[in-house]
């Protein structure tokens, strides 16, 4: 049975702050995975440079709200 995701909401937060709570919660679920959703570009883009640059996979979904999904997995 697949682990539960972690879930950070980091929607209606403006940079750093997604990313910051992503990285907290990287260090608390090091193998994750951890699901990220963020409503905007930039957003997406700097959290999945982020957990890039850490070893993670990253998973866009564009959601039909206009927010985005991101699966991190290590």
Same mark, same amino acid.
């Given at each position: /049975?697949?682990? %539960? +995701? &972690?879930?950070?909401? #980091?929607? $209606? @937060? =403006? !940079? +750093?702050? +997604?990313? @910051? *709570?992503?990285?907290? #919660? /990287? #260090?608390? !679920?090091? =193998? $994750?995975?951890?699901?990220?959703?963020?409503?905007?570009?930039?957003?997406?883009?700097?959290? =999945?440079? /982020? #957990?890039?640059?850490? $070893?993670?996979?990253?998973?866009? %979904?564009? *959601? +039909?709200? $206009? %927010?985005?999904? *991101?699966? @991190?997995? &290590?």
């Amino acid at each position: /049975m697949p682990e %539960e +995701p &972690k879930v950070v909401d #980091a929607r $209606g @937060l =403006s !940079c +750093p702050q +997604p990313v @910051l *709570l992503t990285r907290n #919660a /990287m #260090a608390e !679920c090091p =193998s $994750g995975p951890i699901e990220v959703i963020v409503d905007t570009g930039t957003s997406r883009d700097n959290v =999945s440079r /982020m #957990a890039q640059r850490a $070893g993670w996979c990253v998973a866009v %979904e564009a *959601l +039909p709200t $206009g %927010e985005f999904r *991101l699966r @991190l997995t &290590k």
